[in-house]
């Protein structure tokens, strides 16, 4: 099993950028794919990008492509999201998540584990 716990989030102006962090537990994370998920009040939770274990693939939704960026440190453990160019509609609570399959995916219910969550607003 894993534990993931995402850092991070705050409050932004539009235009903005924030790194979001999401540590994780275990010895064995270099063999997760991993992905970011956001849900905003009233909304369905919305894939918003997946990194492959090695690094070497990378998703994203249509929504932030050329504004957001993954990476991955498989020595610290640790996943990150860079966000740039920040939006109102950005606002969400960002969960990170991890799957055991190789590829990463669009799809939540593909993801056994799960972080808390971290608040990122996006004020205009």
């Known amino acids: 099993q894993v534990q993931l716990v995402e850092s991070g989030g705050g409050l932004v102006q539009a235009g903005g950028s924030l790194r979001l962090s999401c540590a994780a537990s275990?010895?064995?994370?270099?063999?997760?794919?991993m992905g970011w998920f956001r849900q905003a009040p009233g909304k369905e939770r919305e894939f918003v990008t997946g990194i492959s274990w090695s690094g070497g693939i990378t998703l994203y939704g249509d929504s932030v492509k050329g504004r957001f960026t993954i990476s991955r440190d498989n020595a610290k453990n640790t996943v990150y999201l860079q966000m740039n160019s920040l939006k109102p509609e950005d606002t969400a609570v960002y969960y990170c998540?991890?799957?055991?399959?190789?590829?990463?995916?669009?799809?939540?219910?593909?993801?056994?584990?799960w972080g808390q969550g971290t608040q990122v607003t996006v004020s205009s």
């Open positions: 998540a991890a799957k055991t399959r190789d590829l990463p995916t669009a799809y939540d219910y593909e993801y056994n584990y």
């Open positions: 275990g010895r064995t994370f270099g063999r997760y794919t």
